[in-house]
């Protein structure tokens, strides 16, 4: 018995799918297949993981609907791995609280976050009014002590849930403990990952609307990725700048914080818009039950950080900038406490998973 209906079929699709063997070289997930005879719901979990929905088994599949057989596997793995986030949600009582009501409970966080803040700002007089401009002027509003305990436990919190859960999920299944240290396997996965090389489809690329072959949602994914990185980076440089040398935020154009900034916000500008526009395009035979929980609220609070923090960067020398700092840094805080419960933890539950396959290969090739 398999503990929710998703792996239940799941298993019914990979045991007539090993039968076939038939898309074993499209991607990761049907090599890693033929590795087993049966599916405990941990290698299901793993399959569904490593599955990056691209959608070309479903057409190269001689028994997808409407034959009798049934065989999607996109679908289904989709359902697994949406069940998995649920099952591996640390702390474990939350694991039902944001899968209907995520965008509503992100924005309701996000505005609570900036009213907040807006009260520090407030309390200032009428001068928070005016345009603030200048080394610190950020700080005039809120307090950079108070700022960095607020976002420093935000981002903690975050980072202890997504722990917890990738722990559980390592122990469902049942990979060796040291896997995760080794730098053959790590590096098969970085590179799988940054070049997120299983949603092409096995060459032919992702499968979108019009059921053709192309690389936009690949080029979206890479958009959304790598402007979450270099907003991250501006963050790091940010705080180095702050605590090493002294330096106060806002910084000057040409500074590093606000150049990487710049091109991360515009990443996350286009990659969230082309991801959400592409979700809502994509084939209904390919897609799960509509989702309006965290796996769309991130993407939404991706793009609202990147749009906020654009405005921001252009007015902050305006009236505007008070206001428009409280919805950004509302908008950031929402975006980390909501983290471990959406969208965000199937890149790192897919890495980790690329990590356990990149294992599994190597030693079928030494025993091969």
Known sequence: MH???ALAEADRLMTLCNSCRYCEGLCAVFPAMEMRRDFADGDLNYLANLCHSCGACYDACQFSPP????INVPVVLAKARADSYAAYTWPASFSG???RNGLTISIALAVSAAIFILSFGTASGPSFFRAQSGT????RIMPHQVMALLFGFAFLYAITALVMGVRKFWRDIGAPSGTLLEPSSLWQAIKDAGKLRYLDGGGASCVNDDGQAKDLRKHYHHATFYGFLLCFAATCVGTLYQYAFGREAPYAWYDLP???GSLGGIGLAV???GLLAAKFRRRRELQDEPRFGMDFAFIVMLLLTSVTGILLLVLRETAAMNLLLAI???VVFALFVTMPYGKFVHGIYRFVALVRYARERRQEAAHG
């Open 3 to 5: 503990a929710t209906e």
């Open 67 to 70: 034959h009798e057989f049934n």
């Open 97 to 99: 609280l944001f899968k």
């Open 136 to 139: 610190g002027s950020f700080y």
């Open 258 to 260: 606000v150049l990487l």
């Open 271 to 273: 990659g969230p818009a």
């Open 328 to 330: 950004h840094l509302g």
